[in-house]
C-alpha cells in the first residue's frame, strides 16, 4: 500500500491505496529558475516573439492602454509592468499610460486589491489613470464587430479608442478555453457581457474542444482571437508561474504566437495522459481554489477526462466560503435534476446565455455521466446535497462509499491537484 497526499483547504487529506493506483501528477515542482522574475520578464521583452519591441511600437503613439488582470488572478503585475512602462516611455517620453482592469464577468477590483496587485509606488503613480472595466454598462462599451460565431463584439472603449493596446497576464491551463492569457485579456477580459454570454453559450461549452488545455478548434478560443484582433491587441507580455506564484518564464510580443509558444511551454509540465478508473479522486488543489463550489468544476473536469463510463467521482474541496454564485446555486439546486438543467442549457439559444450558466452546464455535464461524491466542510453538507451531489465528512467515508458502488475490485485513479494537470491522448 501507499499514501496519496491530496490537497484540501490548507492542508492534505491522505488515503492508503494499492501499490499499483495511478497517481496522476504535473511536473510543475520543476518549474523553477534561478534568475528573478524581473529579470526573466525583461530577458523576454527584449526579445519579443513575432513584434517589434515595445518601444518601437510606442514611437508616434500619444496614448497607450495597458489591460492588466484582476483580482482573481495570480499575475505578477510588478514583474512586467515596470518593463512595459519603461519601453513604452523609451518610444515616446509623453506618452499617456492608462491601466484597464480586465474584469470580464466578475466583480469589480478594489482600490486596496489594486493596490495589492500593483505595491505601492505603482499604485500611486497610476491612481488616477485606472479604470476598472464594467461588462454591465452599455455606456462605457462599443460595438466593433460580429465574433465569426454570430454575437456583436462590444468592447470597452478605452480598449478600442487607444492608440496602443497591450496587455499583461499569466499563462495556466483553463477548463474551456484551454489556457489563460493572451487573447483573453479582451474576451472576456475587457468585454460586454452580451459578448460574454455569447462566447460561453452552451453550444460551444459543450464541444469536446472546448476542454482543458485544448487550442486547437476549440470555439471559445477561436471567438477570443477574433476579438483580440478586432480590439487591434498589439502587444502581450504573459508569463508562467510555479506554485509559489512566481515568475518561471516570460512570452512577450504578438498576442496569438507569443501565447501558443507559452501554452506550450507549460503543456511540457502539465500533460498526463488519462488512466481510466471505476473510481476517480480529485481536488480543486487546495486554499484558495477550493473555498467555493463554483470552481469546483474545475477540479472535476479532470475526473472527467480519466473516468470511465458511469464512474463514480470523489471531490474533495473545503467549500468553506458556499457556493460562491447564488445564480450558479440556484440553476443547479432548483433544476429538477442535473439532466433537466443540462437539458434547459442545451435548449438556450446563444443569444438568451445566462450568467455564470457555462460553470453549471459543465458541473451537470459530469453529475450526468458519473456519480459525484462531494467531500466539503460540514457546515456545507445541505449546499452540496442541494447541487445534485452526495455529501460525506470525510474522504475515507466517500471512498467506503465509492467501493460500495463499484465493487471491491474497482480500478482507481488518484488526482492529488485537480487544478494542475492536462489529461488528454
Not at 492542508?11 to 510543475?28: G, Q, W
Not at 457581457?193 to 478560443?221: E, Q, W
Not at 478508473?277 to 463550489?293: E, F, K, M, R, S
Not at 474541496?317 to 443540462?342: L, P, V
Amino acid at each position: 500500500m501507499k499514501t496519496v497526499n491530496f490537497l484540501y483547504g490548507k492542508t492534505t487529506l491522505d488515503l492508503e491505496v494499492p501499490d499499483d493506483t495511478p497517481v496522476l501528477t504535473s511536473n510543475i515542482d520543476e518549474l523553477h529558475s534561478n534568475k528573478s522574475g524581473y529579470d526573466i520578464v525583461a530577458e523576454a521583452m527584449e526579445n519579443p516573439i513575432d513584434s517589434p519591441r515595445l518601444f518601437e511600437l510606442a514611437k508616434g503613439k500619444p496614448d497607450c492602454t495597458i489591460i492588466i488582470s484582476d483580482h482573481t488572478r495570480p499575475v505578477p503585475s510588478q514583474d512586467i509592468l515596470p518593463h512595459m512602462i519603461r519601453e513604452l516611455r523609451m518610444g515616446n517620453p509623453d506618452i499617456k499610460i492608462t491601466f484597464l482592469v480586465a474584469t470580464g464577468f466578475h466583480r469589480q477590483t478594489t482600490i486596496d486589491e489594486l493596490r495589492n496587485k500593483l505595491g505601492d509606488a505603482l499604485y500611486e503613480e497610476f491612481k488616477d489613470s485606472i479604470v476598472v472595466h464594467d461588462a454591465h454598462n452599455p455606456e462605457s462599451n462599443a460595438k466593433v464587430g460580429t465574433l465569426p460565431s454570430g454575437p456583436d463584439c462590444i468592447i470597452d472603449k478605452l480598449a478600442l479608442e487607444a492608440s496602443l493596446l497591450v496587455a499583461e497576464g499569466f499563462i495556466e491551463a483553463h477548463f474551456f478555453a484551454g489556457f489563460s492569457g493572451g487573447r483573453k485579456s479582451v474576451l472576456p477580459g475587457v468585454c460586454d457581457a452580451v459578448t460574454v454570454m455569447g462566447n460561453h453559450c452552451s453550444k460551444f461549452i459543450d464541444s469536446p474542444y472546448a476542454r482543458t488545455g485544448i487550442l486547437d478548434h476549440n470555439p471559445i478560443h477561436e471567438d477570443m482571437i477574433a476579438a483580440a484582433e478586432m480590439a487591434n491587441l498589439a502587444f502581450i507580455c504573459n508569463v508562467v508561474i510555479d506554485e509559489d506564484k512566481k515568475t518561471v518564464a516570460a512570452f512577450a510580443g504578438n498576442f496569438n504566437t507569443a501565447h501558443r509558444k507559452g501554452a506550450d511551454f507549460l503543456a511540457n509540465y502539465c500533460v498526463v495522459r488519462p488512466a481510466p478508473a471505476d473510481i476517480v479522486i480529485t481536488t480543486n488543489g487546495g486554499y484558495p481554489l477550493d473555498q467555493n463550489a463554483y470552481q469546483c468544476s474545475k477540479g472535476m473536469s479532470a475526473g472527467e477526462a480519466t473516468a470511465k463510463p458511469d464512474a463514480v467521482i470523489i471531490m474533495l474541496a473545503t467549500c468553506s466560503d458556499g457556493h460562491g454564485g447564488e445564480q450558479y446555486y440556484r440553476s443547479i439546486a432548483d433544476a429538477e435534476s442535473a439532466q433537466s438543467f443540462y437539458d434547459q442549457c442545451m435548449a438556450t439559444a446563444q443569444e438568451d446565455t445566462l450568467p455564470d450558466q457555462w460553470c453549471a452546464q459543465i458541473y451537470c455535464r459530469i453529475l450526468c455521466k458519473h456519480k459525484v461524491l462531494f467531500v466539503a466542510e460540514p457546515e456545507q453538507e445541505k449546499m452540496i446535497t442541494d447541487m445534485k451531489a452526495e455529501y460525506f465528512p470525510t474522504l475515507e467515508a466517500a471512498y467506503a462509499r465509492a467501493r460500495e458502488l463499484k465493487g471491491t475490485d474497482a480500478s482507481l485513479t488518484c488526482i492529488p491537484n485537480g487544478i494542475s494537470v492536462i489529461v488528454r491522448d
